[in-house]
């Protein structure tokens, strides 16, 4: 039977400042990346973010970005690689006292939006973030874009790594996403979504701007949590998989 993880960034409201629908996200998907307080999220937010999942039976994992609240973590910061590791490390630990004050374990690590794309290309911060949950845990799993460095760091660390694509966002043909600001980067259409990860669990590829198909690999698809269409998304996307005969588990489970 053809497996997948459906994973979900959440846990990014802040404050009085409420987003996304992450209880209705929760009984589609099977793994959830929690915000570290860092681009989004406070104390409040993991904690009750955390039990959720925990009641839920969906995997928790750390999203962890740059310190940004006002640009959501989607814009570069000029970080270090040291700064990367303490940052990481900091938010990797915050969100580790969560889950093990509730109960639960820490299962996988996932940076978010600019962090994620700066590791996925440069050695060195793939490097420090792979370090500091080698540190924190060599049971978990690091999630980062097929072929990038996030994924070879995590190897490197003796740590389990998944590829991961995406549900609601489209590819350009040299394998990139389609930059947001861009017309048509993000599916709003749950049939375009199901239609993506339909073809990518199905004959391992993805369609592209412009026409034709880009061949992908991955363990895990996410669909993001602040999207306007996301409960939609996923509930689409989880319904199609399992009419498919695909089984819908976490990474590393």
């Known amino acids: 039977m053809k497996r997948i993880d459906l994973n979900c960034d959440m846990g990014e409201s802040f404050g009085a400042y409420r987003f996304g629908s992450d209880e209705a ?3 589609c998907i099977s793994s959830a990346n929690i915000a570290c307080g860092f681009h989004a999220g406070d ?3 993991m904690r009750r ?3 959720l999942c925990l009641s839920k039976g969906v995997a928790i994992g750390a999203h962890p970005g740059l310190p940004d609240l006002a640009g959501f973590g989607r814009r570069e910061l000029a970080v270090s690689a040291d700064e990367t590791y303490e940052l990481t490390l900091y938010q990797l630990g915050a969100l580790h006292a969560f889950v ?5 374990s ?3 690590v996932k940076p978010h939006g600019a962090l994620y794309h700066m ?3 440069r050695p060195e911060l793939a490097e420090a973030i792979a370090l500091a949950a080698s540190r924190v845990s060599g049971e978990l799993v690091l999630l980062g874009p097929p072929g990038s460095e996030l994924l070879r760091a995590g190897r490197a660390h003796g740590l389990q790594v998944a590829a991961e694509a995406f549900a609601d966002r489209t590819y350009r043909p040299d394998g990139s996403l389609t930059p947001r600001m861009q017309p048509g980067a993000l599916l709003a259409d749950p049939a375009q979504a199901c239609e993506q990860v339909l073809r990518l669990v199905q004959d391992g590829a993805v369609p592209v701007e412009g ?3 880009l061949p992908l690999a991955a363990d895990t698809v996410c669909i ?3 999207g306007p269409h996301a409960s939609a998304i996923a509930r689409a996307v989880r319904d199609a998989l399992e009419r498919s005969g695909v089984s819908v588990r976490p990474v590393g489970s």
């Open 211 to 213: 026409g034709g198909a």
């Open 49 to 51: 973010t955390v039990h």
């Open 100 to 104: 093990r004050a509730e109960g639960g």
């Open 43 to 45: 104390p409040g937010v």
């Open 25 to 27: 996200l929760l009984d």
């Open 106 to 108: 820490m299962r996988h």
């Open 224 to 226: 993001h949590g602040d």
């Open 119 to 121: 590791a996925s290309v």
